[in-house]
């Protein structure tokens, strides 16, 4: 059976995440270790908080990496199994590319915490904004070009959610004309306009380091958020990866894809449920199951082949 695994981007933090499989399993805990001695601070912020610190993206982005590696780790040294195919949402692909083997934990690390520092020194707080918008994205990307200033697509996470980034009046004169048209759109609470064209200096700070990181082989394709398809070049990574802090994530694309290349169960390592919840709005029919815990880990069964007819 073909598993796609997926790893969630900001937003799905907690204080506590991955903790219990830090404490049952070694592979969890050598990731805990190992993200200590490369950040620390890193691990005790993961366990006891405050939320508030966790919750700033330097740290939120490098926290996430590691409480997703942990459940990842954890769940392929208890199963034995390896998926066929990997991605992530926005901040996930770097855990995706862990997973993979061909970025090591502590450069992702390390480089997640660097882009979290440069992602929110790119825009002074109250410039940028963000919303999420119900609807048809056809009329999202309409207004969008339509509408003065820097207002793009930043994710398309489900066929009737689309988020849009940019500047705040923007955004706010966006929404408006999209409400007018009848669609819905949510303010979202958010540090930073991410994923439009005010993150450029984040892209042009990251570019560097990203060229200077070594990128192995690939385990498994990694879809990319940038262009929805798959890859197994590792000379092709730093580019992905840099595209992708000021790029859409096609996340509607992406699982698709990976349905259409023969996923058969989709499974979220990490924290949260978003990203399977995302899943299910996108192809209801679909199989998913979360591990994000060490009851999760302990308790992972895949589900009966469909039988064929």
Sequence with gaps: MKIAALFPGQGSHAVGMGADLAAAFPEAGAVYAEAEATLPGLRGLIETGPLEDLTLTANQQPALVAASVAAFRAWQAQTGLTP??????????????????????????????????????????????????????????????????????????????????????????????????????????????????????????????????????????????????????????????ARQITGSVRWVETVQALADA???????????????????RILPDVRTLNVGTAEQVRGFQLPAPIPQS
């Design 84 to 241: 066929a195919f990997a991605a992530g949402h926005s901040l996930g692909e770097y855990s995706a590319l862990v997973a993979a083997g061909t970025l090591s934990l502590a450069d992702a690390l390390r480089l997640t915490r660097r882009r979290g520092e440069l992602m929110q020194a790119a825009v002074p707080v109250g410039a940028g904004a963000m919303s999420a918008v119900m609807g048809d994205p056809d009329v999202v990307r309409e207004v969008c070009v339509t509408t003065p200033g820097i207002v793009q697509p930043a994710n398309y996470n489900a066929p009737t959610q689309t988020v849009i980034s940019g500047e705040k009046a923007a955004v706010d004169a966006a929404a408006a004309e999209l409400k007018a048209r009848g669609l819905k759109a949510i303010p979202l609470k958010v540090s930073a306009p991410f994923h439009c064209d005010l993150m450029a200096p984040a892209r042009e700070g990251l570019t560097p380091d990203l060229h200077a990181t070594a990128f192995g082989p690939l385990a498994f394709p990694v879809y990319a958020n940038v262009t929805a398809g798959a890859n197994t070049d590792p000379a092709a990574l730093s580019d992905l990866l």
């Design 262 to 280: 023969g996923a058969e169960v989709f499974v979220e390592f990490g924290p949260g449920t978003v990203l399977t919840g995302l899943v299910k």
